[in-house]
T-cell receptor, first 109, second 110 residues
Framework: SQTIHQWPATLVQPVGSPLSLECTVE??????LYWYRQAAGRGLQLLFY??????ISSEVPQNLSASRPQDRQFILSSKKLLLSDSGFYLC????????FGSGTRLTVV | GQNIDQPTEMTATEGAIVQINCTYQ??????LFWYQQHAGEAPTFLSY????GLEEKGRFSSFLSRSKGYSYLLLKELQMKDSASYLC???????????FGTGTRLTIIP
């Protein structure tokens, strides 16, 4: 079965600082990978998805970017964080059914 | 695009039964998922329906009517640990993306 690793679990970053969140997948190959964000008290919003190495689709215009340097690695980045970037970030893979990583809670201060 | 509606909050009593409804509008339906999410944690998969009818898995069942754009999640013999948010999500033909509703926060009371 597939396992998704996400780190860090929590992060507090100042406004204007860079961001890098990493997601790696085990137990499957060539998965579709997704980054979601969940703001406090709100639903899951799809940010990016990738169907393969170097292939990234953005769902909403924003201050973030994503990259997929390897088949099982998906990275979410920002050059300068905004207060509105705070939220719970979840990586997901859908090789069989949608499986989520444990998430990163980001607070921008 | 997709429109997914589910109640924001529900309360039920320990040992009872509760039904959480979800309605959706989509251009090309290709499956409906239910997830459970405890506060501060990631969602975990509960059920998947792609054909009409009832799927049963232990205390949880999920029903789908494609013609009505309607699904429900039924939880039986409620336990305190069932207090969580329940997310309805729909997948469209032609892509693998899931679109989520805003979730129903279920509170179980003794």
């Amino acid at each position: 079965s597939q396992t998704i690793h996400q780190w860090p679990a929590t992060l507090v970053q100042p406004v204007g600082s860079p961001l890098s969140l990493e997601c790696t997948v085990e137990g499957t190959s060539n998965p579709n990978l997704y980054w979601y964000r969940q703001a406090a008290g709100r639903g899951l919003q799809l940010l990016f998805y990738s169907v393969g190495i170097g292939q990234i689709s953005s769902e909403v215009p924003q201050n973030l970017s994503a990259s997929r340097p390897q088949d099982r690695q998906f990275i979410l980045s920002s050059k300068k964080l905004l207060l509105s970037d705070s939220g719970f970030y979840l990586c997901a893979s859908d090789r069989i059914s949608y499986t989520f990583g444990s998430g990163t809670r980001l607070t921008v201060v | 695009g997709q429109n997914i509606d589910q109640p924001t909050e529900m309360t039920a009593t320990e040992g009872a039964i509760v039904q959480i409804n979800c309605t959706y509008q989509t251009s090309g339906f290709n499956g409906l998922f239910w997830y459970q999410q405890h506060a501060g944690e990631a969602p975990t998969f509960l059920s998947y329906n792609v054909l009409d009818g009832l799927e049963e898995k232990g205390r949880f069942s999920s029903f789908l009517s494609r013609s009505k754009g309607y699904s429900y999640l039924l939880l039986k013999e409620l336990q305190m640990k069932d207090s969580a948010s329940y997310l309805c999500a729909v997948k469209d033909f032609g892509n693998e993306k899931l679109t989520f509703g805003t979730g129903t926060r279920l509170t179980i009371i003794p």
